[in-house]
């Protein structure tokens, strides 16, 4: 791999926000108002450097940045991976930029890569491979691959994973942690057996309540009594007809970084809980307490930016809230007055499904409705599209706005601070300039 480190999307507000907030925004003495008017000053040269004048630029957020002026290019290379933003190469990491998810279901290529620990070493025989089932259960037993083919009812779904930490880099104060901006999500269609038909057949006791899952992935220390992470989900989430036991990503087996040659796809929550290079599932009877399930958590009420939260008062992360992306055109697009725009993307909410989707050329002041489509099948993330308009030359951003199927909508920025960064759902946006 080669390259510089990845670097947070919010960079020039990392040190001093409130120095860089006060230096380009005239604030206004109201404390209760939001709203910030950039200083005469801090607009020409923004102007200047966006190449274009700003037609909204009054209706801006206080402490805004223009996507224009936020964006990096700098980028590690995988191989197979090309066009990724890599942000860690022990473990492997990487994102794609938002465009590069603008297929129907992603392809391996373009599918964000999360590790928590370093790969099986050596190649791996499908054939040799087997996974164990044991804890509360009447019939402990171990499963190859060929028994799993061969002794349960085959599905295939277009199922939608994000990692728990996509958003990251819009925390402020930062979180630890990979940097992730918008694209560690993908929707693959799955090819594999129910979990909860696996489980069924090896007969749940009264006291399952919880799963543990192990991968055979090795601890970054390579100390093979270590696991690099073990989450689980409710026995609920394990028996959902859509979490599955999977060997095939988009009709072919496995990618190697995506598990090879077996992996759990629990959609819809953190991909954390979709464990690869699958070799014990443990059921327990009370949470399960393997590594790492301590860490994918947040405050169970709001707390203030840099906060430190006791343990008990954090809540582990379960169905991930509704979002969106725009995924065509690539931000910076720069088109001719009096050309209509059309753009797409993708929209998706956890355990829920999508009901709205809206969209803004004028920093959220007025919003129209997109055409938003159905899903292929629960988990799937849902595809939109809409034609815009511009009134007049200059800068612009498009913003997506998703409302769940509960009533409840994007925010427009990044919503309550938490020490580990997670589940920023803050709307996605893309720079459009319109000339002469």
């Given at each position: 791999?080669?390259g ?107 599918h ?19 996974f ?9 037993f ?57 489980l069924?057949?090896a ?25 690099s ?13 859509q ?14 970084l ?86 797409r ?7 829920l ?14 919003w ?35 409302t ?33």
């Amino acid at each position: 791999m080669t390259g510089k480190k990845e670097r947070g999307l919010w960079e020039l507000y990392a040190k001093d926000p409130e120095k860089a907030d006060a230096e380009i925004w005239e604030r206004k003495p109201n404390p209760l108002s939001r709203r910030g008017f950039l200083k005469k000053t801090g607009l020409v040269t923004m102007a200047l450097t966006l190449g274009s004048q700003i037609p909204f630029f009054r209706n801006m957020p206080g402490g805004f940045i223009p996507l224009a002026l936020a964006e990096t290019n700098d980028k590690k290379i995988i191989e197979g991976k090309e066009g990724l933003i890599v942000l860690n190469d022990r473990p492997v990491n990487a994102e794609p930029p938002a465009h590069l998810l603008d297929d129907e279901f992603t392809p391996k290529e373009k599918h964000f890569v999360r590790n928590n620990g370093l790969p099986p070493e050596g190649k791996i025989d499908a054939n040799q491979w087997k996974f164990s089932i044991e804890g509360e259960v009447h019939k402990p037993f171990q499963l190859s691959l060929e028994d799993l083919k061969s002794k349960f009812k085959h599905h295939t779904y277009a199922l939608q994973i994000e990692c728990g930490g996509n958003g990251r880099a819009g925390y402020n104060p930062p979180a630890k942690g990979n940097q992730w901006k918008f694209g560690a999500v993908g929707c693959a269609k799955y090819k594999g057996v129910r979990l909860g038909d696996v489980l069924k057949a090896a007969e749940l006791k009264d006291s399952a309540v919880y799963t543990g899952y192990y991968g055979a992935d090795l601890h970054l220390s390579g100390n093979p009594d270590k696991a690099s992470i073990s989450r689980g989900t409710p026995i609920t989430k394990a028996l959902d007809d859509q979490t599955l036991i999977v060997w095939e990503m988009n009709g072919e087996p496995l990618p190697a970084l995506h598990g090879f040659p077996l992996r759990i796809i629990s959609p819809g929550w953190p991909a954390s809980a979709s464990p690869k290079w699958l070799k014990r599932i443990w059921v327990r009877d009370r949470i399960h307490d393997g590594m790492k399930m301590n860490k994918y958590r947040v405050p169970k009420y709001p707390v203030k930016p840099g906060a430190s939260v006791p343990m008990e008062d954090m809540a582990i992360i379960e169905s991930m809230p509704v979002k969106s992306l725009i995924t065509n055109p690539e931000t910076g697009i720069k088109i001719k007055l009096g050309n209509k725009l059309d753009i797409r993307g993708h929209a998706w909410a956890g355990d829920l499904s999508v009901q709205a989707l809206h969209v803004s050329i004028d920093f959220g002041q007025t919003w129209q409705k997109a055409d938003l489509k159905d899903p292929l099948n629960p988990y799937a993330w849902q595809n939109w599209n809409a034609t815009l308009q511009f009134p007049s030359q200059g800068y612009y951003e498009v913003w997506a706005r998703a409302t769940d199927s509960a009533g409840v909508m994007q925010p427009m920025v990044v919503p309550g601070w938490n020490p580990s960064g997670y589940i920023n759902n803050a709307m996605h946006r893309i720079a459009v300039t319109v000339s002469q």
